[in-house]
């Protein structure tokens, strides 16, 4: 049995990268800083290849089809400051804007990965970009299903009442593939972090404060909780999903595949700012 053909002309991938900065210093250095724009582009960036059925693979093959292009600008400031002969203290900062853009893919056909095709490896778009439908709630009668579709009746109609109502994109009355759509990407754009220092006789205190910013995270497990119970339990939550003694509920039927396509319904916001490193130090004297 063959799992997957081997890659024997594979290489290392190979990275170039123009960058042009600024630094700086005011008031006999007590603040510091930088600016520096960046354009890193990597080329022949290894990635998973999809083979045609008939060749039997299992797993996709690895190979060189890639070019990545990064670009952004990061800034950093310091400020320190002697108050006292006993304390002084430091304030530093880094933020920095990054573009993460596919710009050549072998053939140009889209790579599917992940669980359900949730994400997407395209031409034009960032890395493994999340790709599905928009989540617009619940049918909450079948009433309410044929007056947003077109061309159905109510004995042919796919949704129903308790059905997931999806956003239709292209205004076709149905929904199908041409309906998925970019729904964010895995990449922040925004990288953050912040310094802390405070400085009394033989006592230090050091924090380190970090963040991203507009980065999503699809959250598979509640994909796999939240819909029919085929694979695992079904989560606590579905107890207020639709059912005809519960009209109200929620959150759309289980039984139904329909009610969970990969959608932002399962997609969260991956934006985060946090503590990462408190130190408190004593320097024991000579």
């Known amino acids: 049995t063959v799992l997957t053909w081997v890659n024997r002309g594979g290489h290392w991938e190979n990275t170039e ?40 693979n299992r797993y996709s093959a690895t ?8 670009r952004g600008i990061e800034i950093t400031l310091d400020h320190r400051n002697t108050v006292t002969r006993d304390f002084s203290y ?9 573009d993460n853009k596919l710009t050549a893919l072998n053939g140009g056909a889209p790579i599917y990965t992940n669980f359900a095709n949730v994400q997407v490896v395209d031409e034009g ?3 493994y970009y999340f790709w599905g439908y928009e989540y617009a709630g619940v049918f909450r009668s079948d009433e309410e299903a044929l007056e947003y579709l077109h061309g159905y009746t109510a004995e042919n109609i796919p949704f129903h009442a308790g059905d997931a109502k999806y956003i239709d994109r292209d205004g076709s ?12 990407s895995s990449i922040p754009w925004l990288n953050y972090g912040i310094n802390l220092g405070a400085y009394w006789k033989d006592f230090d205190l050091q924090l380190f404060f970090q963040g991203v910013g507009g980065n ?3 959250n598979q497990m509640r994909h796999r909780l939240e819909s029919n119970g085929a694979t695992s339990v079904l989560s606590p939550v579905m107890a207020d999903c639709w059912r005809a003694d519960n009209p109200d ?20 916001n991956g934006d985060y700012f946090r503590l990462k490193n408190l130190q408190l130090g004593y320097t024991l004297p000579r």
Do not use: C
Not at 174 to 180: E, F, G, P
Not at 252 to 266: M, V
């Open 17 to 56: 990268q123009w960058s042009l900065g600024v630094d700086f210093g005011f008031w006999n250095n007590k603040l510091t800083g930088s600016v520096d724009g960046f354009i890193r582009n990597t080329n022949d960036m290894l990635m998973s290849v999809n083979a045609p059925a008939h060749v039997g």
């Open 63 to 70: 190979a060189n089809v890639g070019k990545v292009r990064n």
């Open 90 to 98: 430091s304030i530093g900062g880094n933020v920095s804007f990054i």
């Open 125 to 127: 778009y960032p890395l």
């Open 173 to 184: 009355g149905t929904i199908d593939d041409n309906d998925r759509t970019n729904l964010g």
């Open 216 to 218: 999503k995270i699809y």
């Open 249 to 268: 509920g929620i959150l759309p039927d289980p039984r139904n595949s329909i009610n969970y396509y990969a959608s932002d319904r399962f997609l969260e």
